[in-house]
């Protein structure tokens, strides 16, 4: 099998475009890095989040996500607060502003997946969102475990 056709390369591969165009777009009409427009997005639809609980929502690294909250904090974007029940925590919310940009930015990415979607026949998304949730589950279950999935696979293993 050629290293092309790996499901993993192929995945990272297609999240890769995915997140180079966002990029470009989020630059182009914010003035926003992709961690920046993540996090914004992520605050409108939770509420005020904890550094560690961005970074785990998100799955970005720690570091882009630290560069990201402080630079929208610096634009006014975010207040950076502490959490009421443990002051050595700091929490995130948007401002007024950071709420009407994350707004936009959502809208957009409901856009761009209705776009994305509208490509595939309703058979090909309904197997496509079927085959994704069970990957999906594998690789929780795996991580739950503390199971690499190179040590699974050498070993036959498969997850619940």
């Known amino acids: 099998m050629s290293h092309e056709d790996y499901l993993t390369y192929r995945i990272a591969m297609l999240a890769g475009e995915f997140n180079r165009n966002i990029t470009r777009y989020f630059a182009r009409y914010y003035e926003l890095t992709f961690a920046e427009g993540r996090v914004l997005a992520r605050l409108v639809n939770s509420g005020p989040l904890s550094y560690g609980e961005i970074c785990e929502k998100l799955l970005l690294d720690g570091a882009q996500i630290s560069r990201a909250a402080a630079a929208l904090v610096d634009r006014g974007f975010l207040r950076k607060g502490t959490d009421p029940k443990d002051a050595r925590r700091a929490i995130f919310e948007l401002t007024e502003e950071g709420r009407r940009i994350g707004e936009e930015v959502l809208h957009v990415g409901r856009a761009r997946q209705k776009f994305l979607l509208e490509k595939l026949t309703a058979g090909e998304r309904k197997t496509m969102y079927k085959a994704l949730s069970k990957l999906m589950t594998v690789m929780t279950d795996l991580n ?12 036959g293993e498969t997850a619940s």
Do not use: C, K, T
């Open 144 to 155: 739950a475990e503390g199971v690499l999935l190179g040590e699974a696979a050498l070993r």
